[in-house]
């Protein structure tokens, strides 16, 4: 069974810094889609940033671009995600996801596809206090 586990979450001050880590239990073929997507209390989950495990394309929402950065580390099976200059509206539960189809590139047409990311962590709680 493929195991998405978030860690790295927790509270913050606006304007500070946190580093979410991904473990996966993925195959180590680097090829696949990895994601991470929010959401919010009240609101829809959000695609915030992703990255093909076999390149270097990413791709973030405009609420983060210049703020998080997304980055992998295909022998240890993780993603990460490094969220710096913080807001109180980046306040969400985040989830790490992955692409269930093998050597699919991710989709660059200006958004991410939540339903093209078949498998998907528990989440882990960001809160940034003003």
């Known amino acids: 069974q493929v195991q998405l586990v978030e860690s790295g979450g927790g509270s913050v001050q606006a304007g500070g810094s946190l580093r979410l880590s991904c473990k996966t239990s993925l195959d180590n073929d680097g090829l696949r889609c990895m994601g991470w997507f929010r959401q919010a209390p009240g609101k829809e989950r959000e695609g915030v940033a992703q990255?093909?495990?076999?390149?270097?394309?990413?791709y973030y929402a405009d609420s983060v671009k210049g703020r998080f950065t997304i980055s992998q580390d295909n022998s240890k099976r993780m993603v990460f995600l490094q969220m710096d200059n913080l807001k109180p509206e980046d306040t969400a539960i985040y989830y790490c996801?992955?692409?269930?189809?093998?050597?699919?590139?991710?989709?660059?047409?200006?958004?991410?596809?939540?339903?093209?990311?078949?498998?998907w962590g528990q989440g882990i709680q960001v809160t940034v206090s003003s």
């Open positions: 996801a992955a692409d269930s189809v093998l050597f699919r590139q991710c989709y660059w047409g200006g958004e991410m596809l939540s339903r093209f990311f078949g498998h």
């Open positions: 990255i093909y495990t076999g390149g270097s394309n990413t």
